[in-house]
């Protein structure tokens, strides 16, 4: 698959197959995500693999998250739109029925937050990009992070910061490109 392919061909999926992915494939998409620029070349990234038990407690909190965080912020950004509301809804409660998801945590370095946000956000573009080459879909979310304790403690995660959880799995829909918007770029000499 060709770089440029692959960029403008990536969706955000928010449903799945049942058919589980095989271990050796998420290993490859993971080496793929450390394979990211970081800051001092830090590497800050650090991924759990959440499946089984696990993800089934991992759903409930995402469904809190999403009655106690995200419903009143969509409501605001979608006002009127009720239909957005109730998808997210429903991949909230649901995780997309993802096979696994992969949380994302950063470390601190002696660079700073900002530093470390991005860097630990270029590996996340890895791993989508990597998901997708393989034939599989991903959904970038931080709406759970609202509630990190919880899940820090579901996975036994201690000393990093949440910074993403990422559904994945077959996709089982393909969602059309959203339209590009056009006032992004500014040129100054």
């Not at 759970?144 to 089982?172: C, F, M, S, T, W």
């Amino acid at each position: 698959m060709e770089l440029y392919d692959a960029i403008k061909g990536r969706r955000s999926i928010r449903q799945f197959k049942a058919e589980p992915v095989p271990r050796e494939l998420i290993e490859k998409i993971l080496e793929m995500a450390m394979w990211a620029p970081s800051g001092m070349n830090q590497q800050n990234w650090y991924f759990v693999v959440v499946t089984g038990e696990k993800l089934n407690k991992l759903k409930e909190i995402a469904k809190e998250a999403f009655d106690n965080h995200i419903k009143y912020t969509l409501s605001k950004v979608f006002k009127g739109n009720e239909k957005v509301i109730e998808i997210t809804r429903r991949f909230f409660y649901t995780l997309g029925d993802a096979p696994c998801v992969i949380c994302v945590y950063r470390t601190h370095t002696p660079e700073g937050d900002l530093t470390d946000i991005q860097s630990v956000a270029a590996a996340i573009e890895n791993l989508l990009l990597s998901a997708y080459a393989e034939g599989l879909g991903a959904c970038w979310m931080t709406g759970p992070v609202h509630l990190r304790d919880k899940i820090n403690e579901l996975i036994g995660v201690k000393d990093k910061e949440l910074q993403a959880v990422i559904p994945i799995g077959y996709p089982a829909h393909a969602p059309i490109a959203p339209k590009r918007k056009s006032d992004r770029i500014k040129w100054v000499e």
